[in-house]
């Protein structure tokens, strides 16, 4: 399995990274994406630390892991400004916050971190079918969680992305160990959603292809 968004103490996780990395292999993964939050006044903190860790300890830990941000809480006139940086600062993979209905992110960041061109846009919420058709055009994944909360409009991400060609990936937005759910909860998840198992099958290759672009980059 593949996962590529998740938090640690860097943020709002509750183990610090190597933990979460040893949680990781013993539930299944193969690859884990460290995705913690930033803006700009932590950004260059955090990936200096992710960096070195993925860098010293990947020989060692039996999963592939990669160091990433996810973009959050980020006024949507500075997304783009802020998607450059992590990236200029060695980001592996670039998530933005998508608008979830169970927080208060500002309506407008969708649209900024497509324009942006981050790789995924976590928990898209109620978002609208131009900015399916904006991910589709750009390249942008949208995300299908499994996390509490923001997994509550999987059915709507899943029915746009499914008439306006735009591509899926699945996460658990994992917080802690108990958030890395076994491969038969992830794709019950993804059927509750509404998808058929040739989607599901489609949505987890996506996530082998990114990380495997990744390692090629």
């Given at each position: ?206 996530s082998r292809n990114l990380a495997s672009r990744i390692k090629v980059l």
């Open positions: 399995m593949i996962d590529l968004h998740t938090h640690t103490l860097y943020s709002d996780g509750e183990l610090i990274p190597a933990e979460l990395a040893a949680r990781a292999r013993a539930a299944g993964y193969q690859t884990l994406a460290f995705t913690d939050h930033v803006d700009h006044s932590n950004v260059e903190h955090i990936l200096s630390c992710l960096l070195k860790l993925v860098h010293d300890y990947s020989l060692y830990t039996e999963v592939e892991l990669l160091a990433g941000v996810e973009l959050t809480h980020t006024p949507p006139q500075l997304m783009k400004d802020l998607a450059r940086r992590s990236r200029d600062l060695g980001a592996q993979i670039v998530l933005a916050h998508g608008e979830t209905i169970v927080e208060p992110v500002v309506s407008g960041t969708n649209h900024a971190a497509i324009q942006a061109g981050v790789d995924i846009l976590a928990h898209p919420g109620l978002i609208t079918r131009e900015d399916v058709l904006l991910a589709a055009e750009k390249g942008v994944f949208l995300e299908i969680t499994t996390r509490q909360g923001h997994s509550l409009t999987n059915g709507h991400v899943l029915s746009l992305a499914r008439t306006c060609g735009a591509e899926l990936v699945i996460n658990n937005d994992a917080h802690a160990s108990r958030d890395l759910v076994s491969r038969e909860m992830r794709q019950k998840v993804a059927l509750g959603a509404g998808m058929n198992l040739e989607e599901y099958t489609r949505a987890e290759q996506n």
